[in-house]
């Protein structure tokens, strides 16, 4: 499990979630085009450089998701403490979290 983490390493982990939001993003772009319904395969954005566990979202989900710029989508258990907070999620499937802290690095 983490440790409690420094402010500069609450940071960095801050910048994990955004860079793989981002990824997600780019992903999902040429595909929307081509299909409204999901499911929305998307990469857990928990930010760790080792973690690409899969999530998959219905369409409606992802739109809730995307509805907030704090608002990610991890894999279950994948919030960090202390950087994130769990705002709710499908058991089993994902975990939806808002970044504490989210100012532009
Ligand atoms: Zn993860």
Do not use: K
């Not at 989900?61 to 509805?67: G, N, P, T």
Request: with cysteine; glycine share 10%.
């Amino acid at each position: 499990m983490h440790a409690t983490l420094s402010f500069a390493d609450a940071i960095d982990v801050a910048g994990g979630y955004r860079r793989n939001r981002r990824l997600n993003d780019e992903l999902q772009t040429g595909e929307a085009a081509a299909r409204t319904e999901g499911p929305w395969l998307l990469v857990c954005e928990c930010g760790a450089d080792d973690c690409a566990e899969p999530v998959e979202l219905s369409t409606l989900e992802y739109e809730a998701a995307r509805s907030h710029p704090r608002l990610y989508v991890v894999a279950p258990g994948h919030g960090t403490p202390g950087v994130t907070s769990t705002v709710t999620g499908a058991p089993g499937r994902f975990d939806l979290v808002e970044l504490l802290r989210d100012e532009e690095s």
